[in-house]
């Protein structure tokens, strides 16, 4: 089974930048589905970004331009790359990895966005790491 471990959290200042990366040991993580998720004391977590096994990526629209999720399979690495970062960018990072994901969306009043996967569907996560960003 494959293990996952986060680093690269830390503190910086509202508008700078973090490349967090999810290591992942016992299996290559290129097969695997695989999402970055945030979490802050009392709060659900949330899907932030998503790389799945056939190369698709997603983001929720309120991060699209700021964040963006790439692999290299030969490092068996998945990066979060952050940008222009915000206090409310706070939170615990996770990597999360599970068997494909498939792409789903869900559209109101004529607008489509995706639809990150539930945390419930993934069985293996890394132990995470800090991001905290001050104004």
């Not at 790389?51 to 929720?60: E, K, L, S």
Request: with cysteine; proline share 6%.
């Amino acid at each position: 089974q494959v293990h996952l471990v986060e680093s690269g959290g830390g503190s910086v200042q509202t508008g700078g930048s973090l490349r967090l990366s999810c290591v992942a040991s016992g299996d290559a993580v290129s097969n695997y589905c695989v999402v970055w998720y945030r979490q802050t004391p009392g709060s659900e977590r949330e899907g932030v970004a998503l790389a799945d096994t056939d190369g698709y990526t997603t983001y929720p629209n309120s991060l699209k331009g700021r964040f963006a999720i790439s692999r290299d399979n030969s490092k068996n690495t998945l990066y979060l790359q952050m940008n222009s970062l915000k206090p409310e960018d706070t939170a615990m990072y996770y990597c999360a990895a599970g068997p494909p994901c498939g792409k789903k969306t869900s559209c109101s009043g004529g607008v489509c966005y995706p639809v990150l996967p539930d945390p419930s569907r993934f069985g293996v996560w890394g132990q995470g790491t800090r991001v905290t960003v001050s104004s």
